[in-house]
């Protein structure tokens, strides 16, 4: 099976979307950093360095220092899929992280996003 070309894409391309959604409802690039820093264990430095790399999604995911035991109690739909019953375990990864991003955006407390 081909991968999907999300795991190849650097994720210092898609950062700044993330970054630009919140924004534009209110909220805050610390924000951002802080659901990034809860679901995969980078700290600020770490991260700093993953985009500065230019890091493919995939390695990102992979090489996280600790992803969130937590993280499996994110639910709901992203990209009209169900994050819970995404096979793939990497995509799920992603789409844990997009649908942490979503909630931030939709104004959700950081309390609730980070479970």
């Known amino acids: 099976m081909a991968k999907h070309k999300i795991y190849t894409m650097p994720f210092a391309d898609v950062y700044p979307h993330y970054i630009a959604k919140?924004?534009?409802k209110g909220r805050s690039k610390a924000e951002v950093d802080e659901i990034i820093h809860w679901l995969t264990g980078y700290?600020?430095?770490?991260?700093?360095v993953q985009l500065e790399n230019q890091t493919d999604f995939e390695t990102f995911i992979t090489d996280a220092p600790q992803l969130n035991p937590a993280r499996k109690k994110i639910k709901g739909v992203i990209c009209g899929v169900r994050v819970e019953e995404i096979e793939e375990a990497i995509m799920q990864e992603i789409r844990y992280m997009d649908k942490?991003?979503?909630e931030l955006a939709k104004g959700k407390s950081m309390e609730k996003i980070l479970r």
């Not at 700290?43 to 700093?48: K, P, S």
Request: no cysteine; proline share 0%.
């Open 22 to 24: 919140a924004e534009k």
């Open 43 to 48: 700290d600020q430095g770490d991260l700093d």
């Open 100 to 102: 942490l991003i979503d």
